[in-house]
C-alpha cells in the first residue's frame, strides 16, 4: 500500500477531478494538503480520501514539509508527493529532496519552471528554441532588442498559462511595457525572440528518462493571438493521425528536449512552433498534465481516462501504452467587451447538426461574469474518428456560436 499526498492549494473543479481520481487509485492511501477546511471538502474527495491537512500556503515548501510530516505520523510514511500545478513544481521538488520521497529533483523542476533557465539548458543542448534574455533594467531590455529585433515577446520568468505574457510590435511598446512593469535585480523579466509559424503542443510521458508516449495538438490561432484578441474565439484539435509529416520534426527534438531538460518520470506539456521553412523550436515545457482541457481530449482521443493514466504513472510508475482511436478538439467560446453575459446565440443549429459529435460542454449561462481567462466563458469538446470532421466541427462552433456581454447597471 503506497502512502501519497495531493498537495492542491484551492480545490477548484480540475484540481478536484485530479484529487478526487488519485484518491481511487487501487494501493494507495491517499491524503490532500491545501487551503481549504475539511468541512467544506467536496462530498467526492471526503468519500475517498484516507487523510486532510490544512494549510495557509499551499505553494509554501516549509509548510508543505510540516504537513507531510503530520500525515507521516497519522498514516504511515509519505511516499510519494505530487501535484497537478505548474507553480508547485519547485516546492514539491524542494520538500521531496528534503525528506527522501522519489520524484522530480530541484533540478529538473527548476528547468521546467524557470522559463529563461529552460532556454538556456535547450540552446546549449544543441535543442532549437527562441533566442532570450533575462533583463534586469531598461538598459538591458533596449540592447536585447536591438540585437535581435522587433516583434519580441515579454513574459515573467515563471509563468504560467500564458499569464503576463505580452507581444511588443515596436520601441513604443517595449517602453510601455518598461514603464507597467519595470524589471528590477530581484524581479528580472524575460524577454524572447518572437517565433513565426505553426504553434502546437508535445504532450508525452517521459519513464526512465525515454519518452514512451506522446500527442501532438493544434493552436488555432497560436495563444498570443488569442490573448492579444480577448473576443476572439479559438481551438485546439487532437488530430488521430499523429504520422503527419509536419509533426517529424518535433518526434526528434520533443525527446531530445525532455532528456536536455533531465526529464525521467512525468507527463509533460510542451509547447513548440512549426517555423515557415518546416523547422521546430521548442517554445517552452511544463512537467504536469496540460490545462486547457487538453488532458481530457488526450482521454477522449485513446478512449481512456487520462487523469486516471497520470495518477497511475506518478503514484505507482505504471503506464500502459495507449491506442489513438478518434479525433478529438475544443472550441473555446468568448464574447466580446466585459460585464456578464446576456445572451447565448446560434446553440440550436449547432446542437441539431452536431450534437452527436459533442462528448463535453460547458456553455456559458445568462448572468454569468465575463471570464478573466483566455479559455473564456464556456467550451464544446467534439470527436470523431476523422480528423477532418472534428476539424469542420470546430470551425462551425467558433463561427456559429456568439456570446453577448452586457456592462452590469
Not at 495531493?6 to 480545490?11: E, G
Not at 484540481?15 to 481520481?21: D, E, I, K, L, N
Not at 521546467?112 to 533583463?135: F, I, S, W
Not at 453575459?341 to 446560434?346: C, F, I
Request: aromatic fraction near 6%; hydrophobic fraction near 45%.
Amino acid at each position: 500500500m503506497v502512502v501519497a499526498a495531493f498537495v492542491a492549494p484551492f480545490l477548484l473543479e480540475a484540481t478536484t477531478r485530479f484529487v478526487a481520481t488519485a484518491a481511487r487509485v487501487p494501493g494507495v492511501r491517499l491524503a490532500v494538503i491545501t487551503s481549504t477546511p475539511a468541512e467544506q471538502l467536496p462530498p467526492v474527495l471526503k468519500e475517498h480520501l484516507d487523510g486532510h491537512w490544512r494549510v495557509d500556503d499551499a505553494l509554501d515548501p516549509r509548510q508543505i514539509a510540516e504537513a507531510v510530516a503530520g500525515l507521516s505520523r497519522q498514516m504511515g510514511r509519505v511516499e510519494r508527493l505530487i501535484g497537478a500545478l505548474e507553480q508547485l513544481q519547485v516546492p514539491l521538488a524542494q520538500v521531496r529532496e528534503a525528506l527522501g520521497i522519489e520524484g522530480m529533483d530541484v533540478q529538473t523542476a527548476r528547468n521546467v519552471r524557470d522559463k529563461a533557465r529552460m532556454k538556456t539548458v535547450l540552446r546549449e543542448a544543441g535543442v532549437p528554441c527562441a533566442r532570450h534574455q533575462l533583463v534586469s533594467s531598461a538598459h538591458e531590455a533596449l540592447g536585447f532588442a536591438e540585437a535581435v529585433g522587433f516583434p519580441l515577446v515579454a513574459k515573467p520568468p515563471a509563468g504560467a498559462g500564458a499569464l503576463a505574457t505580452y507581444r511588443l510590435d515596436d520601441i513604443g511598446a517595449l517602453r510601455a511595457w518598461l514603464d507597467a512593469i519595470p524589471p528590477r535585480a530581484d524581479a528580472p523579466g524575460l524577454l524572447e525572440e518572437f517565433l513565426v509559424g505553426e504553434e502546437h503542443t508535445f504532450d508525452s510521458v517521459t519513464v526512465g528518462g525515454d519518452t514512451v508516449f506522446s500527442s501532438v495538438s493544434d493552436y488555432l490561432p497560436p495563444p498570443l493571438e488569442v490573448l492579444r484578441t480577448p473576443w476572439i474565439q479559438w481551438t485546439v484539435l487532437l488530430p488521430r493521425e499523429m504520422d503527419d509529416p509536419r509533426y517529424d520534426g518535433i518526434r526528434q527534438v520533443g525527446p531530445a528536449a525532455l532528456r536536455a531538460l533531465g526529464v525521467r518520470d512525468a507527463l509533460t506539456h510542451m509547447e513548440w512552433f512549426r517555423r515557415p521553412d518546416g523547422s521546430v523550436a521548442v517554445s517552452e515545457v511544463g512537467a504536469r498534465p496540460p490545462g486547457a482541457q487538453i488532458t481530457a481530449m488526450l482521454g477522449y482521443v485513446h478512449d481512456v481516462d487520462f487523469y486516471q493514466v497520470w495518477c497511475d504513472l506518478v503514484l505507482r510508475g505504471s503506464f500502459t501504452p495507449l491506442e489513438r482511436k478518434y479525433a478529438a478538439g475544443t472550441a473555446y467560446l468568448r464574447g466580446m467587451g466585459r460585464g456578464r453575459v446576456r445572451a447565448v446565440h446560434g446553440v440550436e443549429e449547432l446542437q441539431r447538426d452536431l450534437g452527436h459529435l459533442v462528448v463535453e460542454a460547458k456553455l456559458p449561462q445568462p448572468g454569468q461574469p465575463a471570464s478573466s481567462s483566455y479559455e473564456g466563458e464556456g467550451y464544446v469538446i467534439v470527436r470523431d474518428p476523422r480528423t477532418d470532421v472534428v476539424r469542420e466541427a470546430l470551425r462551425r462552433i467558433v463561427s456559429g456560436i456568439r456570446i453577448e456581454l452586457v456592462e452590469a447597471q
